[in-house]
Nanobody
Framework: QVQLVESGGGLVQAGGSLRLSCAASGRTFSTYTVGWFRQAPGKEREPVAAMFWRGGVTFYSDSVKGRFISSEDISKNTVYLEMNSLKPEDTAVYYC?????????????????WGQGTQVTVSS
């Protein structure tokens, strides 16, 4: 099993920034993909970013491209999502997730392990 623990959500004004963290522990794989998802009330969980752990490749949805950056700190087994130029429509619960292997941006159903989620609220 892989355990994922998220932190870093909160309330921010439009135009501001937040950084989410996703710390992994437990079973590790030689290659895996870490995905970032968000779910707003009444909406489906949507992918916003994905990155190859130890692979240096990232993918972003069109809605966040150019504003969000996913990065990793291998020494800390942690993945980050830096969110800049935040908009009210970015308000959602954000989740990190992991799946063995390297894959591009994909749906939530393809991921095996999930963090608990963290609320991000952007005020106008």
């Amino acid at each position: 099993q892989v355990q994922l623990v998220e932190s870093g959500g909160g309330l921010v004004q439009a135009g501001g920034s937040l950084r989410l963290s996703c710390a992994a522990s437990g079973r590790t794989f030689s290659t895996y993909t870490v995905g970032w998802f968000r779910q707003a009330p009444g909406k489906e969980r949507e992918p916003v970013a994905a990155m190859f752990w130890r692979g240096g490749v990232t993918f972003y949805s069109d809605s966040v491209k150019g504003r969000f950056i996913s990065s990793e700190d291998i020494s800390k087994n942690t993945v980050y999502l830096e969110m800049n130029s935040l908009k009210p429509e970015d308000t959602a619960v954000y989740y990190c997730a992991a799946r063995p292997g390297y894959y591009a941006l994909g749906p939530a159903k393809d991921y095996d392990y999930w963090g608990q989620g963290t609320q991000v609220t952007v005020s106008s």
